[in-house]
């Protein structure tokens, strides 16, 4: 039959030499009051669009996990016997950043095309100075690398105010804090507690059905990891080089730093918690996930700016998507389903090589026009990602001396559980009471298990990932003789403790996951290269407790 869709991203119809219009930062579009007039109606009505359609919210949600179905023509009527994670989006392999570019494409192209009719609906006066608005409106971001929390109008306002057609000042429900489902279709969902709840929620109080938002624990959460994520997206943009590390969550042996979807990860159960955002099945269902894509798209802008040339590996999907059978080779030509291009091809990874095809960039690339060198970008974004998430301290060493660096690597298998996790870290004495654990001065970071929790079988085709917590500047602070390992490992083999929490703050004990493993990794760098890592020791089990390490 083929698509009803096509994926093009919002039209550009300027010089192919002529910059694409900025996605902008949120603390930035909520400023404008244009821009944010035009964004905030276009999303409530996208919102508010009966569930059937191919285009409404609910159906574009849907694509990234629950309800598992076929959308536009792509795939089969009900999923192939082999696979398990059913949904159309791809995680832990190195299509993840590629396969979310054209999904963000398709969301922002429905805005824009909503902000565009909005716009010819005001007043005379006003409707010129709003179409031309609507032309260059495109999906903001929320750079959580540099604002741990997004503007009140993301997550705390319930209601917001904004510039009708008519010219006046109006007030509307804030489309950006929830979704509320219709007609009690949250009932489709076969898991608790999501079946229960009529609107998405965050960091939710309960399970029951009264639950509403835990703002308080939302805010405590992203500040109190806010340093560490700084740390961590600096870390893997400055010392990660090729693709498979940097694209990808799964364990590999001989990685310094972050992938980008370990840290996307984490934000995402940060923000989440046990409500949708920190579910991969539901995930899609709350509008916040759409900033948060967003500012991950900007990342692999940046990263693939300062690795010019390096671009999607070869690889195997590990446990399948409505269209990609388990154990499957993939790699850079492989459709990005079900994200058509025209009537019979998909986007591949080679189509979407840079953010001018999406007819977007970034305003990290102000400055430099369209036929600017690789050298002339690399050099600029350098400076640029220094500008933002380089530390204070890097400035103060020599560029030809050798700096000791410390994480810890988690390790871990994400569905073990069952459901969502969290692994906190500590340096110094953890408090016996768990509710105390993140007002603990000891508290270093966490790193968080994204699960599905409607993927609960199939022990065999689950993966174990990594992710890195920067002990660095928790050990400066305990007033070493220096950060080299004879003096950094006696200290951490009494002081490095973890602790094991569900998403609702139950501890778990470790025992009850196998695939746990917490290593401490030293990494000497040289002006933001990394020039050895090496690891210390094989930690065993224990957790919020002292453990031994050993050069």
Not at 130 to 159: C, M
Not at 178 to 194: C, E, L, Q, T, V
Not at 235 to 247: A, M, Q, V
Not at 518 to 523: I, K, L, N, P
Request: hydrophobic content about 35%; proline content about 6%; some cysteine.
């Amino acid at each position: 039959m083929g698509p009803s869709i096509l994926i093009t991203g919002p039209p550009f119809t300027g010089a192919e030499e002529e910059r694409r219009p900025n996605r902008l930062n949120i603390f930035d579009l909520v400023q404008d009051e244009t821009q944010f007039s035009l964004y905030i109606q276009a999303l409530r009505n996208i919102l508010n669009r009966p569930e059937d359609g191919i285009d409404s919210f609910y159906a574009v949600a849907g694509i990234h996990g629950y309800p598992y179905e076929e959308w536009n023509d792509s795939g089969a009527a009900s999923p192939p016997p082999r696979t398990r994670a059913m949904g159309y989006c791809t995680h832990r392999n190195t299509l993840f950043p590629t396969w979310h570019r054209p999904y963000m494409f398709f969301f922002e192209q429905l805005i824009q095309a909503e902000a565009a009719k909005i716009a010819d609906t005001y007043s005379p006066d006003l409707r010129t100075r709003f179409q031309d608005a609507a032309r260059v409106l495109r999906q903001p971001f929320w750079d959580w690398a540099s604002d741990a929390l997004p503007p009140v109008e993301v997550y705390k306002l319930d209601t917001v105010d904004y510039l009708a057609p008519n010219g006046n000042r109006a007030t509307m429900q804030n489309p950006f804090r929830r979704y509320a489902f219709k007609n009690g279709s949250n009932d489709r969902f076969p898991n608790a507690p999501y079946y229960r709840w009529p609107t998405t929620l965050r960091q939710p109080t309960s399970t029951r059905a009264s639950a509403t938002d835990d703002i308080r624990q939302l805010e405590k959460k992203l500040q109190k990891n806010g340093d560490t994520i700084r740390s961590r997206i600096f870390n893997t943009l400055t010392t990660i080089h090729d693709w498979p590390r940097f694209s990808n969550s799964r364990t590999q042996s001989d990685s310094s730093a972050d992938s980008i979807e370990a840290i996307h990860d984490d934000i995402h159960v940060l923000v989440g918690g046990q409500g949708h955002m920190g579910d991969i099945s539901t995930a899609g269902f709350d509008p916040i996930f759409y900033l948060h894509h967003s500012n991950v798209d900007r990342m692999i802008a940046l990263w693939s700016a300062l690795n010019p040339g390096v671009w999607v590996s070869q690889d195997t999907e590990p446990v399948g998507t409505w269209t990609i059978q388990a154990n499957s080779p993939i790699g850079v030509a492989s459709d990005l389903t079900p994200f058509w291009r025209t009537n019979t091809t998909y986007w591949n990874s080679n189509d979407v090589l840079t953010t001018a095809v999406g007819g977007y960039t970034y305003p990290d690339f102000n400055g430099l026009s369209m036929s600017a060198s690789a050298a002339e970008t690399q050099s600029a974004i350098v400076a640029r990602v220094e500008e933002l998430y380089g530390r204070e301290r890097r400035n103060t060493v020599a560029d030809d001396t050798l700096v000791w660096d410390w994480q810890a690597r988690v390790s871990f298998n994400p569905q073990e559980y069952g459901s969502s996790y969290e692994v906190m870290i500590f340096v110094g004495d953890v408090p016996t009471d768990s509710t105390q654990w993140y007002d603990s001065d000891s508290y270093v970071g966490s790193r968080y298990a994204w699960a599905n929790s409607l993927m609960t079988e199939e022990p065999e085709l689950h993966v174990e990932t990594s992710g890195y917590i920067p002990l660095t500047d928790a050990l400066s602070a305990h007033n070493l003789t220096s950060l080299a390992p004879d003096d950094v490992t006696p200290y951490v083999g009494q002081a490095l403790s973890w602790g094991v929490q569900t998403t609702m703050g139950e501890v778990i004990p470790c025992a009850n996951l196998t695939s746990l493993s917490v290593t401490v990794m030293g990494t000497q760098t040289m002006a933001g290269g990394v020039v050895e890592s090496q690891l210390f020791g094989g930690i065993g089990a224990g957790c919020a407790g002292s453990i031994g390490i050993s050069a």
